[in-house]
């Protein structure tokens, strides 16, 4: 399976997870896989189980997390072309959603300016992660 052989290099992978960590997923995760003509080339899990909660107060907002894009297909706008589809894809197969929230780490600058550049804005709320400090940030729906 092509998301088996996703690579990041090791000062990506701190910030997110690969697809396969992702085999068995929960009630309320749904794993969306972002494809090139049917050639996946990143993966992201959306969540509206109860962690939504620990970055928003809205019961309908979901959850975006483990965006990654495969290496060998970096740099080709990928990520962002996905998403700015996100407010798009989220109203039509999760129409009850209104916000989308996610946490990117402090450190990670290209991914907060990417999250910037299809709408998503700093809440201003901070958590602390695994390796530090993350910026919850947020896109209305």
């Known amino acids: 399976m092509h998301l088996n052989a996703f690579e990041l290099p090791e000062e ?3 910030f997110t997870s690969l697809p396969n ?3 068995e997923v929960t009630d309320g995760q749904y794993r969306i896989v972002i494809l090139k003509v049917q050639k996946p080339v990143g993966f992201f899990l959306l969540h509206s189980t109860n962690r939504v909660k620990e970055y928003s107060e809205n019961p309908h907002a979901m959850l975006l997390t483990a965006l990654s894009i495969n290496f060998v297909d970096q740099g080709k706008g990928y990520g962002k072309g996905a998403m ?3 407010k798009e894809f989220v109203s039509k197969e999760f129409p009850s959603c ?3 929230v996610l946490a990117v780490n ?3 600058i290209a991914a907060q300016q990417m999250y910037r550049k299809v709408g998503f804005q700093d809440t201003g709320k901070r958590k602390t992660g695994p390796i530090g400090k993350q910026f919850i940030m947020s896109l209305r729906v």
Do not use: D, P, T, V
């Open 12 to 14: 990506q992978a701190q």
């Open 21 to 23: 960590c992702y085999h």
């Open 84 to 86: 700015s589809l996100l």
């Open 98 to 100: 209104n916000e989308i």
């Open 106 to 108: 402090h450190k990670n």
